[in-house]
């Protein structure tokens, strides 16, 4: 088919013998949930949860120990062991438990979003971690299979349709949208999902 003049495409790449996986995959997405000499399970996990699922997180208490900025550390602990240390902290574990585990999930992806299977203590990289129904959580796919269950699924689409709502009114969405609300995911199961819809 042919391009308008001035129009720049680029060629479509399959990702499907990569371990990378829609929008979880983007590096921009990995990249803007990290910090610069490390990555970031909480704010990937957190990303997730709030931005992906539309579950809000409180934000942490005051003096709460920061983690290295860098990945790698004289001690030679992954990030995840880190912040297993973190949690030991009742005040921290409460909220970490249901955020951790969904950014431990994506540890493969480095600060920029590049596949990796080892930190920078050289360190191998497990991605698996225990989400907050106490069940086992394996990495990118073991994500992706989570997000794909009925409840996740029904949580994104609501967040979903809140957004395009929001953008088609020019505004936030108020507590008296929440008919109208219903009746977009109504009509959007209807048609099988249809984002036309």
Same mark, same amino acid.
């Given at each position: 088919?042919?391009?308008?003049?001035?129009?720049?495409?680029?060629?479509?790449?399959?990702?499907?013998?990569? =371990?990378?996986?829609?929008?979880?995959?983007? +590096?921009?997405?990995?990249?803007?949930?990290?910090?610069?000499?490390?990555?970031? #399970?909480?704010?990937?996990?957190?990303?997730?949860?709030?931005?992906?699922?539309?579950?809000?997180?409180? #934000?942490?208490?005051?003096?709460?120990?920061?983690?290295?900025?860098?990945?790698?550390?004289?001690? +030679?602990?992954?990030?995840?062991?880190?912040?297993?240390?973190?949690?030991?902290?009742?005040?921290?574990?409460?909220?970490?438990?249901?955020?951790?585990?969904?950014?431990?999930?994506?540890?493969?992806?480095?600060?920029?979003?590049?596949?990796?299977?080892?930190?920078?203590?050289?360190? #191998?990289?497990? +991605?698996?971690?225990?989400?907050?129904?106490?069940?086992?959580?394996?990495?990118?796919?073991?994500?992706?299979?989570?997000?794909?269950?009925?409840?996740?699924?029904?949580?994104?689409?609501?967040?979903?349709?809140?957004?395009?709502?929001?953008?088609?009114?020019?505004?936030?969405?108020? =507590?008296?949208?929440?008919?109208?609300?219903?009746?977009?995911?109504?009509?959007?199961?209807?048609?099988?999902?249809?984002?036309?819809?």
């Amino acid at each position: 088919r042919s391009v308008p003049a001035g129009v720049v495409t680029a060629p479509r790449v399959s990702l499907a013998k990569t =371990p990378r996986r829609g929008v979880l995959g983007w +590096g921009a997405v990995l990249t803007s949930t990290s910090h610069p000499l490390r990555t970031s #399970p909480v704010l990937r996990g957190n990303w997730v949860l709030a931005d992906l699922l539309g579950i809000p997180t409180p #934000p942490p208490p005051n003096a709460v120990p920061e983690l290295p900025q860098d990945e790698k550390n004289s001690a +030679g602990l992954t990030v995840g062991q880190l912040l297993a240390k973190h949690r030991e902290n009742a005040a921290c574990s409460v909220c970490h438990a249901r955020i951790d585990p969904l950014g431990v999930a994506l540890e493969n992806f480095a600060p920029v979003g590049r596949y990796r299977v080892k930190d920078l203590n050289g360190t #191998p990289i497990l +991605g698996t971690a225990r989400l907050f129904e106490d069940r086992s959580l394996e990495g990118m796919p073991g994500l992706v299979a989570f997000l794909n269950e009925e409840k996740p699924q029904q949580l994104f689409v609501r967040r979903l349709c809140r957004k395009v709502l929001g953008y088609a009114l020019g505004r936030s969405v108020l =507590p008296g949208d929440s008919a109208l609300l219903s009746e977009i995911e109504a009509k959007r199961k209807a048609t099988d999902g249809r984002f036309s819809t």
